[in-house]
């Protein structure tokens, strides 16, 4: 005899109020065997003495009745610590759900299942990482925290997939609104008063993590909040989830990934939210995909008012047909995310720049005195996307050359070698006739290997 049962504590499943005992069932159930509960037109008699009925009304809902005849409705919300669920094993797909609602079952190849009304089965997530995009929640910010007018990144992960991208910073989140309020920071785009821009942040899926994708579908769900309900605009805001055939990894502004497939999030202009607002949009990745993009912009390319913004927060891309709560990653896994695409020597906390200090800078201690060359290795704690740009960094002076901290002074210009690749950069420094054996010489450097 097979049995196979499980206890959850799950959030939104059904809770016995009040009851601090899981849900029985008398005996074992055999292999391809469930509990089906009969719909009631009235209360049904009471139970015996210490046991309760469990029944589906003719209202839809269900409820429980204990052996004192007390009637309540089964909330549907957090089980109490010492409450369980029970979920029989199916054979088969079950008949489909009442619109809105979504059964979870197991079956006989021991995964877990969601059905909704429509009759779509998908396996149920039950591990980690149903979070599609990186730095999701906007914790991260290797490049500094403010970015003006231009057409790069801002946040990691976070940018350039469209034409003049608008004013980007980090801010302090605020609550208010749908939002549960369990986050740190935002990501805010805005206007300067004075470029024609399209106020727009979009993040870009590579092409391998975009194949997986290719056939299914996928929702991508987060909150928003505006600076105002009107914004100096002549086109609506959107939110764009899309994909785009063409080269893998190429150009992905938004005349490429929304030609070949996109749902569109639009919000009114004259009826912008101002407290945080949840949304979520849903689209069948097409079968020849090579990129996924997502992100919110204004489609019009005009000068926006420098107190005209939108942002965003825990925003994220998972396979399915509905928005899943966010995903809280820890720090560390987010990070290194992240840093397949963009590394620093610089503290995490540190925009990259010239005269920055000596922290966390790439350094030796020279061995042979005057002009020589010498090289060091800098391993990548992560793995890049491709061989990556690097760009130098001088710890002690406006220029990008090594610096020697013993003489205050500066050293050679820094080089890579060609031999260079995701998982190592080899630098050299063209010492100078003032450089003495045992004296310390520092650089930092970035990595950029974005899309």
Known sequence: MLKRFLSFILVALFALPGHAGAIKYKGDLETNESVTYPEQGSTPSNPASTKHKLYIKSDGDAYTLDSSGVEEPVTKGALEATESVILPEQGSTPANPAATKYKLYFKDDGGLYQLDSAGTEQRAAMTGFKNILVNGDFRIWQRGTSFAYNLSYGPDRWGKHNFQSGVRSRQTFTSGGDHPGNSEYVCRTAGDGTNSIRMQTHQGIESINTIPLRGKTVTVSGYIRFSAATITSSVDFRFVVGYTNAAADGSLDSSNYTADGAVIKTWTNGSYPTAWERFSATITVGSSANNVVVG???????????????????????????ATDFEQRPISIELALAQRYYQKTFPLATAPAQNAGNEGALGYRAV???????MIEWAHPVRMRTSPTVTFYNPGASNSNWRNVDD????????????????????FNGQVSTDNVGESLYLHATADAEL
């Open 296 to 322: 919110g912009d204004f489609s019009a390319q005009e000068v926006y008012a420098s107190t005209d913004w939108w942002e965003m927060s825990q925003v994220q891309l998972e396979v399915g047909s509905y």
């Open 368 to 374: 042979l005195a005057g002009v020589n060359n010498t």
């Open 408 to 427: 205050v002074g500066d050293s050679g210009a820094p080089n890579v070698q060609i031999f260079s690749n995701e998982s190592r950069t080899y630098i």
